[in-house]
T-cell receptor, first 120, second 110 residues
Framework: GAVVSQHPSWVICKSGTSVKIECRSL??????MFWYRQFPKQSLMLMAT?????????EQGVEKDKFLINHASLTLSTLTVTSAHPEDSSFYIC????????????????FGAGSRLTVL | SQQGEEDPQALSIQEGENATMNCSYK?????LQWYRQNSGRGLVHLIL?????REKHSGRLRVTLDTSKKSSSLLITASRAADTASYFC??????????FGEGTQLTVNP
C-alpha cells in the first residue's frame, strides 16, 4: 500500500534556529501534500496545502514566511520552520493522497508518522 | 476552522465491550472518514463513508452517516486492549481537503 515517510521523527532545536521536515511519498507520486499541526491532546489543524511546482496554499492564520513549504518533486515536500520559538513546539504531520479505502476503492489520504518538534 | 465535533472526548471500557463514538459536522460533505491515531504517531485510515451512503461495515467497525443531522457514529464491537487509541472523524469537501474533529480518546482495559 501507499506509504508516506516523514523525517525526522523528532527534533530538538534552540530558539531562533530553523528546522526542516521532509515528507516523502515512497511508492506513488503526489502532486499535492498536506501539512498539519497537532498540539497535545488536540485535533489536527491543516496548515497548508503543498502543490508540486507551485506555491503552497496556506490556511488563514498560518504565517507563510514562518512555515516555508517547498514541493520541488512529485515525491517530496518539505516544511521549514524558520526562526523557531518555543510556541512552535508541536507535532507536525504530512499527508498525501495515495492510499485507497478498502471497500469503496476511493482514494484516501495516507499520513506520515509525524515529526515532533521541541524548541528550547 | 475545525468543523467536526466528537463525543465523548474520552471513553474507557472493558475488553469485549462495544465502543461508540459520535461526530457532528456543519457543512455539506463529499464523504466522511474515520482515522485512528496511536499516541505520538501518525494517523491510520479506518473507513470512508460517502455522503450518499448510510452505513458501512469493515470487520469490527460499523460506521453510520446521517446527512440530515450532519452526524456520524463509529462503533467498534468486541473491543480489544489494542484498540486503545484516539479516533478522529474527518470530513472531506473539495480538493481532498480534510477537516478533522476533536477526537475521542478510547481506552480499552484488559
Amino acid at each position: 500500500g501507499a506509504v508516506v515517510s516523514q523525517h525526522p521523527s523528532w527534533v530538538i532545536c534552540k530558539s531562533g534556529t530553523s528546522v526542516k521536515i521532509e515528507c516523502r511519498s515512497l511508492d506513488f507520486q503526489a502532486t499535492t501534500m498536506f501539512w498539519y499541526r497537532q498540539f497535545p491532546k488536540q485535533s489536527l489543524m491543516l496548515m497548508a496545502t503543498s502543490n508540486e511546482g507551485s506555491k503552497a496554499t496556506y490556511e488563514q492564520g498560518v504565517e507563510k514566511d514562518k512555515f516555508l513549504i517547498n514541493h520541488a518533486s512529485l515525491t517530496l515536500s518539505t516544511l521549514t520552520v524558520t526562526s523557531a520559538h518555543p510556541e512552535d513546539s508541536s507535532f507536525y504531520i504530512c499527508s498525501a493522497r495515495g492510499g485507497s479505502d478498502t471497500h469503496s476503492g476511493a482514494n484516501v489520504l495516507t499520513f506520515g508518522a509525524g515529526s515532533r518538534l521541541t524548541v528550547l | 476552522s475545525q468543523q467536526g465535533e466528537e463525543d465523548p472526548q474520552a471513553l474507557s471500557i472493558q475488553e469485549g465491550e462495544n465502543a461508540t463514538m459520535n461526530c457532528s459536522y456543519k457543512t455539506s460533505i463529499n464523504n466522511l472518514q474515520w482515522y485512528r491515531q496511536n499516541s505520538g504517531r501518525g494517523l491510520v485510515h479506518l473507513i470512508l463513508i460517502r455522503s450518499n451512503e448510510r452505513e458501512k461495515h469493515s470487520g469490527r467497525l460499523r460506521v453510520t452517516l446521517d446527512t440530515s443531522k450532519k452526524s456520524s457514529s463509529l462503533l467498534i464491537t468486541a473491543s480489544r486492549a489494542a484498540d486503545t487509541a484516539s479516533y478522529f472523524c474527518a470530513t472531506e469537501t473539495s480538493g481532498s481537503r480534510l477537516t478533522f474533529g476533536e477526537g475521542t480518546q478510547l481506552t480499552v482495559n484488559p
